[in-house]
């Protein structure tokens, strides 16, 4: 079983803030994927990254792939309350059918 | 808008009794999965359907079972309900591939009383 560890689980901060969130796993992911889910919403694709190293920008976010393809992170700059909600990283596992395994989440509240 | 739709939103069921969910997939997408979502938990895989056959399997007895048509829609049975099935069950769409992303519904509320 490929397992996902998230960190941190619970991130309170201020606006205008930075803040990273880390996504870790002992397996090799051929893809992974980072999502925002609002509450009672599904959760809603924000990137997705292949390639191991690899580096993606959305606006203020920031991912990144490790080289290993077994971890990745997600960097936000001078946060805004529209920031908050559940991020969820997911990975892909390499060969066979998409078996997506997600992380627990990190619930993200940016205080005005 | 991901183009994936499930039904019903919410739904409430009793103890013992049988559910069915459905989704439609984003349009061209031959593989669907299902997930489950407890509250506070990430989504926990039940299984896949590709071309209409299971296609992988998570730890999820008997009791939840599925399907895929023809058109690539799919519906999720679940049997014997319990009061720990209450969670929100998640329906996504991909095309099967390396790297191919997944896209989910909005998902369907189900409460077991």
């Known amino acids: 079983t490929q397992l996902l560890e998230q960190s941190p689980q619970f991130l309170s901060i201020q606006e205008g803030e930075n803040l990273t969130v880390y996504c870790n796993s002992s397996?090799?992911?051929?893809?992974l994927q980072w999502y925002r889910q609002e509450p009672g919403e599904g959760p809603v694709l924000l990137v997705t990254?292949?390639?191991?190293?690899e580096v993606k920008k959305l606006k203020r976010l920031t991912f990144q792939f490790g080289d290993a393809r077994k971890d990745s992170s997600l960097h936000i700059t001078a946060a805004q309350p529209g920031d908050t909600g559940l991020y969820l990283c997911?990975?892909?596992?390499?060969?066979?059918?998409?078996?997506?395994?997600f992380g627990i989440g990190t619930k993200l509240q940016v205080i005005p | 808008e991901t183009g994936v739709t499930q039904s019903p939103t919410h739904l409430i069921k009793t103890r013992g009794q049988q559910v069915t969910l459905r989704c439609s997939s984003q349009?061209?997408?031959?593989?669907v999965s299902w997930y489950q979502q407890a509250l506070g938990q990430g989504p926990q895989f039940i299984f896949q359907?590709?071309?209409?056959?299971?296609?992988g399997r998570g730890n999820f007895p008997p009791r939840f079972s599925g399907l895929q048509f023809p058109n690539y829609s799919s519906e999720l049975n679940v049997n014997a309900l319990e009061l720990d099935d209450s969670a929100l069950y998640l329906c996504?769409?991909?095309?099967?591939?390396?790297?191919?992303?997944?896209?989910f519904g909005e998902g369907s509320w189900l409460t077991v009383v």
């Open positions: 990254v292949v390639t191991g190293g």
């Open positions: 397996s090799v992911f051929s893809s």
């Open positions: 996504a769409s991909s095309l099967r591939g390396l790297g191919n992303t997944i896209y």
């Open positions: 349009s061209g997408h031959n593989t």
């Open positions: 997911a990975g892909a596992p390499s060969g066979g059918y998409q078996k997506v395994t």
């Open positions: 359907y590709y071309r209409e056959e299971e296609n």
